[in-house]
Protein backbone atom coordinates (compact mmCIF):
# COMPACT_ATOMS: atom_id res chain seq x y z
CA UNK A 1 0.00 0.00 0.00
CA UNK A 2 1.20 3.08 -1.08
CA UNK A 3 0.52 6.41 1.22
CA UNK A 4 -0.11 9.87 -0.02
CA UNK A 5 2.02 12.62 1.02
CA UNK A 6 -0.59 14.18 3.21
CA UNK A 7 -1.22 10.81 5.13
CA UNK A 8 2.67 9.89 5.48
CA UNK A 9 3.24 13.68 7.29
CA UNK A 10 0.10 13.46 9.53
CA UNK A 11 1.47 9.84 10.98
CA UNK A 12 5.06 10.92 11.07
CA UNK A 13 3.33 14.20 13.40
CA UNK A 14 1.55 11.97 15.12
CA UNK A 15 4.43 9.58 16.26
CA UNK A 16 6.60 13.09 16.89
CA UNK A 17 4.06 14.62 19.37
CA UNK A 18 3.95 11.10 20.78
CA UNK A 19 7.20 10.70 21.71
CA UNK A 20 7.39 14.71 22.66
CA UNK A 21 4.72 13.40 25.19
CA UNK A 22 6.39 10.85 26.69
CA UNK A 23 7.49 11.50 30.14
CA UNK A 24 11.22 12.96 30.18
CA UNK A 25 13.35 9.94 31.64
CA UNK A 26 17.60 10.37 32.76
CA UNK A 27 19.61 7.92 32.01
CA UNK A 28 19.91 6.83 35.23
CA UNK A 29 23.39 4.20 34.27
CA UNK A 30 25.03 6.60 33.04
CA UNK A 31 24.69 9.18 36.02
CA UNK A 32 25.57 6.65 38.67
CA UNK A 33 29.68 7.31 38.17
CA UNK A 34 28.78 11.14 38.41
CA UNK A 35 26.44 10.70 41.31
CA UNK A 36 29.24 8.65 43.16
CA UNK A 37 31.86 11.14 42.41
CA UNK A 38 30.26 13.98 43.96
CA UNK A 39 29.23 11.51 46.70
CA UNK A 40 32.84 10.75 47.62
CA UNK A 41 33.98 14.01 47.19
CA UNK A 42 32.23 15.78 49.93
CA UNK A 43 32.04 12.61 52.23
CA UNK A 44 35.73 13.26 52.43
CA UNK A 45 35.42 16.95 53.57
CA UNK A 46 35.66 16.65 57.28
CA UNK A 47 32.95 19.00 58.01
CA UNK A 48 32.00 17.35 61.86
CA UNK A 49 29.83 20.06 64.07
CA UNK A 50 31.39 21.15 66.49
CA UNK A 51 33.30 22.91 65.60
CA UNK A 52 31.21 22.83 62.01
CA UNK A 53 33.24 24.32 58.85
CA UNK A 54 30.94 23.81 56.17
CA UNK A 55 32.48 25.96 53.45
CA UNK A 56 34.46 22.93 51.79
CA UNK A 57 31.02 21.43 50.84
CA UNK A 58 30.00 24.68 49.76
CA UNK A 59 32.54 25.60 47.33
CA UNK A 60 32.48 22.18 45.82
CA UNK A 61 29.06 22.24 45.50
CA UNK A 62 28.93 25.84 43.64
CA UNK A 63 31.97 25.16 41.37
CA UNK A 64 29.59 21.85 40.21
CA UNK A 65 26.69 24.18 39.83
CA UNK A 66 28.82 27.12 38.60
CA UNK A 67 29.72 24.81 35.10
CA UNK A 68 26.76 23.44 34.87
CA UNK A 69 25.10 27.56 34.31
CA UNK A 70 22.90 26.94 37.54
CA UNK A 71 22.78 30.62 39.65
CA UNK A 72 23.58 30.26 43.49
CA UNK A 73 24.24 32.52 45.81
CA UNK A 74 26.20 31.82 49.24
CA UNK A 75 25.13 33.49 52.51
CA UNK A 76 26.81 33.41 56.16
CA UNK A 77 26.97 34.43 59.70
CA UNK A 78 30.16 33.35 59.72
CA UNK A 79 32.29 32.43 56.62
CA UNK A 80 33.56 28.82 57.60
CA UNK A 81 29.94 28.19 57.70
CA UNK A 82 27.62 29.19 54.31
CA UNK A 83 25.02 28.00 53.07
CA UNK A 84 24.27 27.85 49.35
CA UNK A 85 21.18 28.57 47.33
CA UNK A 86 20.87 27.79 43.88
CA UNK A 87 17.54 28.21 42.34
CA UNK A 88 16.09 26.67 38.70
CA UNK A 89 13.41 29.00 37.32
CA UNK A 90 10.24 28.12 36.45
CA UNK A 91 6.84 30.14 34.58
CA UNK A 92 5.22 31.03 38.09
CA UNK A 93 2.02 28.92 37.42
CA UNK A 94 2.76 27.47 40.79
CA UNK A 95 4.96 28.45 43.99
CA UNK A 96 8.47 26.81 44.54
CA UNK A 97 9.69 23.69 45.66
CA UNK A 98 12.38 23.53 48.18
CA UNK A 99 14.62 20.60 48.50
CA UNK A 100 17.35 20.86 51.39
CA UNK A 101 20.55 19.24 52.84
CA UNK A 102 22.67 20.09 55.87
CA UNK A 103 26.73 19.53 55.24
CA UNK A 104 27.73 19.62 58.32
CA UNK A 105 28.14 15.94 60.09
CA UNK A 106 28.03 15.08 63.92
CA UNK A 107 31.49 14.58 65.50
CA UNK A 108 33.54 10.98 65.51
CA UNK A 109 35.60 8.38 67.34
CA UNK A 110 37.91 7.15 64.80
CA UNK A 111 39.14 4.56 67.01
CA UNK A 112 35.84 2.79 66.13
CA UNK A 113 35.71 2.94 62.75
CA UNK A 114 36.05 -0.12 60.37
CA UNK A 115 37.49 2.74 57.00
CA UNK A 116 38.82 5.88 58.57
CA UNK A 117 35.20 8.47 58.61
CA UNK A 118 36.03 10.70 55.82
CA UNK A 119 37.59 8.43 53.38
CA UNK A 120 34.26 7.46 51.55
CA UNK A 121 35.63 3.93 51.44
CA UNK A 122 33.96 1.54 48.54
CA UNK A 123 33.97 -1.66 50.23
CA UNK A 124 31.08 -5.06 49.44
CA UNK A 125 28.81 -2.79 47.76
CA UNK A 126 28.44 -0.15 50.33
CA UNK A 127 30.34 3.33 51.03
CA UNK A 128 31.70 4.04 54.55
CA UNK A 129 31.91 7.52 55.81
CA UNK A 130 30.56 10.08 58.65
CA UNK A 131 27.39 11.86 56.82
CA UNK A 132 26.61 8.88 54.05
CA UNK A 133 22.86 8.75 55.17
CA UNK A 134 22.70 11.82 57.37
CA UNK A 135 23.15 13.94 55.32
CA UNK A 136 24.93 14.37 52.48
CA UNK A 137 23.14 11.62 50.84
CA UNK A 138 20.36 14.30 50.76
CA UNK A 139 22.63 16.73 49.66
CA UNK A 140 24.54 15.02 46.49
CA UNK A 141 20.44 13.82 46.14
CA UNK A 142 19.75 17.36 45.63
CA UNK A 143 22.42 18.12 43.75
CA UNK A 144 21.61 15.52 41.05
CA UNK A 145 17.95 16.32 40.40
CA UNK A 146 19.13 20.25 40.11
CA UNK A 147 22.19 19.06 37.58
CA UNK A 148 19.70 16.88 35.66
CA UNK A 149 16.79 19.57 35.24
CA UNK A 150 18.69 21.79 33.69
CA UNK A 151 20.77 19.64 31.47
CA UNK A 152 17.36 18.19 30.18
CA UNK A 153 16.07 21.79 29.74
CA UNK A 154 12.65 20.44 31.49
CA UNK A 155 10.46 23.44 31.62
CA UNK A 156 8.86 24.05 35.03
CA UNK A 157 5.57 25.30 36.28
CA UNK A 158 7.65 25.87 39.54
CA UNK A 159 11.05 27.47 40.66
CA UNK A 160 13.53 24.45 42.35
CA UNK A 161 15.48 25.62 44.99
CA UNK A 162 18.31 23.99 46.63
CA UNK A 163 19.82 24.55 49.97
CA UNK A 164 22.67 23.20 51.45
CA UNK A 165 22.49 24.16 54.68
CA UNK A 166 24.99 24.51 57.65
CA UNK A 167 24.21 23.94 61.34
CA UNK A 168 22.09 21.18 61.55
CA UNK A 169 23.55 19.39 63.74
CA UNK A 170 23.24 21.64 67.05
CA UNK A 171 24.20 25.07 65.16
CA UNK A 172 21.18 26.35 63.80
CA UNK A 173 21.91 29.70 64.11
CA UNK A 174 24.71 29.78 61.50
CA UNK A 175 21.98 28.14 59.17
CA UNK A 176 17.98 27.13 59.18
CA UNK A 177 17.59 29.79 61.85
CA UNK A 178 19.34 32.14 59.97
CA UNK A 179 18.49 32.25 56.55
CA UNK A 180 14.92 31.87 57.86
CA UNK A 181 14.96 34.98 59.57
CA UNK A 182 17.45 36.35 57.50
CA UNK A 183 17.29 35.77 53.61
CA UNK A 184 13.20 34.19 53.52
CA UNK A 185 12.31 35.20 49.99
CA UNK A 186 15.29 33.29 48.64
CA UNK A 187 14.08 29.46 49.98
CA UNK A 188 10.24 30.76 50.30
CA UNK A 189 8.56 27.57 49.36
CA UNK A 190 5.12 25.98 48.99
CA UNK A 191 6.61 22.83 49.62
CA UNK A 192 10.06 21.19 50.88
CA UNK A 193 11.66 17.94 50.72
CA UNK A 194 14.44 16.92 53.23
CA UNK A 195 15.87 14.62 55.68
CA UNK A 196 13.80 12.29 57.93
CA UNK A 197 12.45 9.47 56.03
CA UNK A 198 13.68 6.37 54.56
CA UNK A 199 12.85 3.34 53.42
CA UNK A 200 12.99 0.11 56.18
CA UNK A 201 14.14 -3.15 54.26
CA UNK A 202 14.70 -6.22 56.52
CA UNK A 203 16.66 -9.72 55.44
CA UNK A 204 16.96 -7.62 52.05
CA UNK A 205 13.05 -7.65 51.69
CA UNK A 206 11.89 -3.81 51.59
CA UNK A 207 8.75 -3.36 54.04
CA UNK A 208 7.49 0.00 53.65
CA UNK A 209 8.52 3.77 52.99
CA UNK A 210 7.93 6.29 55.51
CA UNK A 211 7.66 9.78 55.07
CA UNK A 212 7.70 12.28 58.15
CA UNK A 213 5.15 14.63 57.94
CA UNK A 214 5.70 15.89 61.76
CA UNK A 215 8.27 15.74 64.29
CA UNK A 216 8.15 16.17 68.23
CA UNK A 217 9.42 18.94 69.93
CA UNK A 218 12.64 18.88 71.75
CA UNK A 219 11.89 20.85 75.00
CA UNK A 220 14.46 19.95 77.78
CA UNK A 221 14.34 21.19 81.67
CA UNK A 222 15.98 20.75 84.79
CA UNK A 223 14.77 19.47 88.10
CA UNK A 224 17.15 21.08 90.67
CA UNK A 225 16.75 19.87 93.98
CA UNK A 226 18.20 21.93 97.29
CA UNK A 227 18.59 21.46 100.55
CA UNK A 228 21.22 22.24 103.69
CA UNK A 229 24.76 21.03 103.21
CA UNK A 230 25.98 18.83 105.66
CA UNK A 231 28.53 16.16 107.07
CA UNK A 232 27.96 12.84 105.18
CA UNK A 233 28.70 11.34 108.52
CA UNK A 234 25.08 12.26 110.00
CA UNK A 235 22.21 11.77 107.11
CA UNK A 236 19.31 14.12 106.88
CA UNK A 237 16.27 13.77 105.29
CA UNK A 238 16.56 17.04 103.48
CA UNK A 239 19.29 15.80 101.09
CA UNK A 240 19.16 17.03 97.78
CA UNK A 241 20.83 14.18 96.09
CA UNK A 242 17.55 11.89 97.64
CA UNK A 243 14.85 14.55 97.03
CA UNK A 244 16.20 14.92 93.49
CA UNK A 245 16.49 10.70 93.11
CA UNK A 246 12.75 10.48 93.85
CA UNK A 247 11.56 13.36 91.86
CA UNK A 248 13.27 11.46 88.91
CA UNK A 249 12.06 8.00 89.85
CA UNK A 250 8.36 9.87 89.76
CA UNK A 251 8.63 11.56 86.60
CA UNK A 252 10.13 8.07 85.12
CA UNK A 253 7.12 5.94 86.44
CA UNK A 254 4.73 8.46 84.88
CA UNK A 255 2.89 7.56 81.64
CA UNK A 256 1.94 10.92 80.00
CA UNK A 257 -1.23 10.73 77.91
CA UNK A 258 -1.11 8.94 74.91
CA UNK A 259 -2.29 11.04 71.71
CA UNK A 260 -2.39 10.01 68.24
CA UNK A 261 -2.91 13.18 65.22
CA UNK A 262 -3.29 12.69 61.75
CA UNK A 263 0.02 11.35 61.15
CA UNK A 264 0.57 9.14 63.81
CA UNK A 265 -2.89 7.70 63.15
CA UNK A 266 -2.16 6.75 59.50
CA UNK A 267 0.90 5.32 60.56
CA UNK A 268 -0.63 2.59 62.50
CA UNK A 269 -3.29 1.96 60.03
CA UNK A 270 -1.14 1.22 57.42
CA UNK A 271 1.26 -0.89 59.00
CA UNK A 272 -1.59 -2.73 60.01
CA UNK A 273 -2.31 -3.78 56.70
CA UNK A 274 1.27 -5.32 55.55
CA UNK A 275 1.84 -6.68 59.02
CA UNK A 276 1.39 -10.21 60.57
CA UNK A 277 -1.82 -10.66 62.25
CA UNK A 278 -0.47 -10.31 65.61
CA UNK A 279 1.06 -7.44 64.81
CA UNK A 280 -1.44 -5.57 62.94
CA UNK A 281 -4.13 -6.65 65.87
CA UNK A 282 -1.51 -4.21 68.00
CA UNK A 283 -1.73 -1.10 65.77
CA UNK A 284 -5.56 -1.43 64.96
CA UNK A 285 -6.09 -1.72 68.57
CA UNK A 286 -4.31 1.90 68.98
CA UNK A 287 -6.37 3.34 66.09
CA UNK A 288 -10.23 1.74 67.39
CA UNK A 289 -9.06 2.84 71.27
CA UNK A 290 -9.69 -0.81 72.39
CA UNK A 291 -7.26 -2.58 75.05
CA UNK A 292 -4.50 0.42 74.34
CA UNK A 293 -2.89 0.07 77.91
CA UNK A 294 -2.11 -3.67 77.25
CA UNK A 295 -0.33 -2.56 73.59
CA UNK A 296 1.42 0.73 75.24
CA UNK A 297 2.81 -1.76 78.24
CA UNK A 298 3.70 -4.00 75.12
CA UNK A 299 5.77 -1.29 73.09
CA UNK A 300 7.34 0.23 76.43
CA UNK A 301 9.40 -3.20 76.85
CA UNK A 302 9.82 -4.09 73.12
CA UNK A 303 9.73 -1.27 71.07
CA UNK A 304 10.38 2.00 72.84
CA UNK A 305 10.27 4.02 69.62
CA UNK A 306 6.80 3.22 68.55
CA UNK A 307 5.95 3.83 72.46
CA UNK A 308 7.58 7.48 71.81
CA UNK A 309 5.55 7.92 68.85
CA UNK A 310 2.41 7.66 71.08
CA UNK A 311 2.88 10.47 73.75
CA UNK A 312 4.83 13.42 74.59
CA UNK A 313 8.43 11.31 75.77
CA UNK A 314 10.35 12.23 78.90
CA UNK A 315 14.19 11.23 79.42
CA UNK A 316 16.35 11.73 82.61
CA UNK A 317 19.76 12.23 81.04
CA UNK A 318 22.34 14.08 83.11
CA UNK A 319 22.69 13.99 86.56
CA UNK A 320 24.74 16.31 88.53
CA UNK A 321 25.30 16.25 92.06
CA UNK A 322 28.07 16.62 95.29
CA UNK A 323 31.91 16.98 95.07
CA UNK A 324 33.09 15.41 98.07
CA UNK A 325 32.33 11.70 99.73
CA UNK A 326 31.82 12.84 102.96
CA UNK A 327 29.99 16.18 102.34
CA UNK A 328 26.20 16.56 101.59
CA UNK A 329 25.52 18.92 98.75
CA UNK A 330 23.19 21.47 99.05
CA UNK A 331 22.12 21.39 95.05
CA UNK A 332 21.89 18.91 92.90
CA UNK A 333 20.14 18.72 88.97
CA UNK A 334 18.87 16.70 86.69
CA UNK A 335 18.63 17.50 82.40
CA UNK A 336 15.70 15.89 81.08
CA UNK A 337 15.01 15.47 77.51
CA UNK A 338 11.51 16.00 76.58
CA UNK A 339 10.36 15.31 73.17
CA UNK A 340 6.86 16.95 73.03
CA UNK A 341 3.92 16.26 70.86
CA UNK A 342 3.33 18.86 68.28
CA UNK A 343 0.41 20.30 69.55
CA UNK A 344 1.79 20.09 73.29
CA UNK A 345 0.96 22.49 75.65
CA UNK A 346 4.11 23.34 77.21
CA UNK A 347 2.48 25.03 80.13
CA UNK A 348 0.45 22.38 81.04
CA UNK A 349 2.47 19.63 81.38
CA UNK A 350 5.24 21.30 83.43
CA UNK A 351 2.33 22.30 85.50
CA UNK A 352 1.57 18.05 85.68
CA UNK A 353 5.41 17.14 86.12
CA UNK A 354 5.10 19.66 89.40
CA UNK A 355 2.27 17.55 90.50
CA UNK A 356 3.47 14.55 89.91
CA UNK A 357 6.74 14.89 91.41
CA UNK A 358 5.01 17.20 94.53
CA UNK A 359 8.34 17.97 96.41
CA UNK A 360 8.64 22.07 97.38
CA UNK A 361 12.19 21.02 97.31
CA UNK A 362 12.60 20.55 93.65
CA UNK A 363 12.44 22.75 91.41
CA UNK A 364 11.25 22.71 87.47
CA UNK A 365 13.48 24.86 85.34
CA UNK A 366 12.31 25.07 81.79
CA UNK A 367 14.62 26.20 78.73
CA UNK A 368 13.16 29.35 77.81
CA UNK A 369 15.31 29.67 74.11
CA UNK A 370 17.57 28.01 71.89
CA UNK A 371 14.89 25.22 70.78
CA UNK A 372 13.38 24.21 67.36
CA UNK A 373 9.98 26.20 66.62
CA UNK A 374 6.49 24.39 67.28
CA UNK A 375 4.83 23.35 64.08
CA UNK A 376 1.51 22.21 63.10
CA UNK A 377 2.21 18.74 61.00
CA UNK A 378 1.90 18.64 57.57
CA UNK A 379 -0.69 17.62 55.50
CA UNK A 380 -1.89 14.16 53.85
CA UNK A 381 -3.62 15.36 50.66
CA UNK A 382 -1.35 18.16 49.27
CA UNK A 383 0.12 17.45 45.97
CA UNK A 384 3.76 17.13 47.58
CA UNK A 385 2.88 14.37 49.43
CA UNK A 386 0.68 12.64 46.61
CA UNK A 387 3.89 12.98 44.58
CA UNK A 388 6.00 10.98 47.37
CA UNK A 389 3.42 8.55 47.99
CA UNK A 390 3.66 8.21 43.89
CA UNK A 391 7.25 8.14 43.63
CA UNK A 392 7.59 5.31 46.34
CA UNK A 393 5.48 2.87 44.46
CA UNK A 394 6.90 3.38 41.59
CA UNK A 395 10.68 3.66 42.69
CA UNK A 396 10.41 1.07 46.01
CA UNK A 397 7.62 -0.55 44.95
CA UNK A 398 6.39 -0.37 48.50
CA UNK A 399 3.52 1.04 50.87
CA UNK A 400 4.30 4.85 51.61
CA UNK A 401 3.75 5.59 54.99
CA UNK A 402 3.56 8.88 57.12
CA UNK A 403 5.50 9.13 60.04
CA UNK A 404 5.55 11.32 63.10
CA UNK A 405 9.62 11.79 64.22
CA UNK A 406 10.91 11.15 67.44
CA UNK A 407 14.05 13.53 66.79
CA UNK A 408 13.90 16.95 65.12
CA UNK A 409 15.10 18.46 62.00
CA UNK A 410 15.17 21.69 60.59
CA UNK A 411 11.93 21.49 59.07
CA UNK A 412 10.28 22.54 61.86
CA UNK A 413 11.39 25.81 61.31
CA UNK A 414 10.28 25.60 57.82
CA UNK A 415 6.56 24.50 58.70
CA UNK A 416 6.43 27.31 61.83
CA UNK A 417 6.50 29.56 58.35
CA UNK A 418 3.83 27.74 56.92
CA UNK A 419 5.91 25.52 54.51
CA UNK A 420 3.98 21.67 53.84
CA UNK A 421 7.36 19.88 54.43
CA UNK A 422 8.10 16.12 54.03
CA UNK A 423 11.33 14.23 55.34
CA UNK A 424 12.32 11.27 52.87
CA UNK A 425 15.57 9.29 52.87
CA UNK A 426 17.24 5.98 51.19
CA UNK A 427 16.72 2.48 51.93
CA UNK A 428 18.67 1.43 54.95
CA UNK A 429 18.73 -2.12 56.17
CA UNK A 430 16.59 -2.25 59.67
CA UNK A 431 20.10 -5.11 61.22
CA UNK A 432 22.52 -1.82 60.72
CA UNK A 433 21.49 0.44 62.88
CA UNK A 434 22.30 -2.82 65.80
CA UNK A 435 25.71 -3.55 64.31
CA UNK A 436 26.36 0.00 64.58
CA UNK A 437 26.34 1.49 61.16
CA UNK A 438 23.33 4.27 61.41
CA UNK A 439 23.29 7.39 61.62
CA UNK A 440 25.14 9.37 64.65
CA UNK A 441 26.89 5.59 65.47
CA UNK A 442 30.36 4.73 65.74
CA UNK A 443 30.47 3.99 61.84
CA UNK A 444 28.04 4.61 59.23
CA UNK A 445 27.55 3.40 55.70
CA UNK A 446 24.92 3.33 52.73
CA UNK A 447 24.69 0.68 50.49
CA UNK A 448 25.78 2.09 46.65
CA UNK A 449 22.39 0.35 45.06
CA UNK A 450 20.14 2.50 48.11
CA UNK A 451 22.13 6.10 47.12
CA UNK A 452 20.92 5.64 43.70
CA UNK A 453 17.68 4.41 44.17
CA UNK A 454 17.53 7.84 46.42
CA UNK A 455 18.83 10.08 43.53
CA UNK A 456 15.85 8.13 41.35
CA UNK A 457 13.58 8.56 44.16
CA UNK A 458 13.83 12.52 44.65
CA UNK A 459 14.16 12.77 40.91
CA UNK A 460 10.90 11.59 40.74
CA UNK A 461 9.16 13.74 43.81
CA UNK A 462 10.51 16.82 42.06
CA UNK A 463 9.90 15.95 38.44
CA UNK A 464 6.48 15.22 38.84
CA UNK A 465 5.79 18.37 41.08
CA UNK A 466 7.84 20.95 39.45
CA UNK A 467 7.52 20.15 35.70
CA UNK A 468 5.19 22.03 33.38
CA UNK A 469 1.85 20.42 32.57
Known sequence: MILSRS???????????????????????????????????????????????????????????????????????????????????????????????????????????????????????????????????????????????????????????????????????????????????????????????????KNGKIEYASIATTEKMGRGVRLVARGPAGHGSVPLQTNAIVHLSQAIAKISAWQTPMRLNETTRTF????????????????????????????????????????????????????????????????????????????????????EMKRVINDSQVEIVARTSGFRPASRPSRLDTEAFLAAEAAVKKVYNTVPIPAMLTGATDMSFLRAKGVECYGIGPMIDAEDGPKGFGAHSDQERILEESLHKFVQFNWEIVYNLAKSN
Open 268 to 351: FERLASISNPEEAARYRALVDGTDTQAVQEYFARNEPRMYSVLRTSISPNIIKGGYRSNVIPSEAEATLDIRALPDEDMTNLLD
Open 7 to 201: AALSILLVLSLSAWAQPKQPNWAKLEEETMRHFQAIIRINSADPPGNEKPVVDYLKSVLDKEGIPTSVYAVDPRRPNLVARLKGNGKKRPVLIMGHTDVVSIDSTKWKFPAFSATRDGGYVYGRGTVDDKDNVVAALMVMLTLKRMNVPLDRDVIFLAEAGEEGSVRFGIEYMVNEHWADIEAEFCFAEGGGVTR
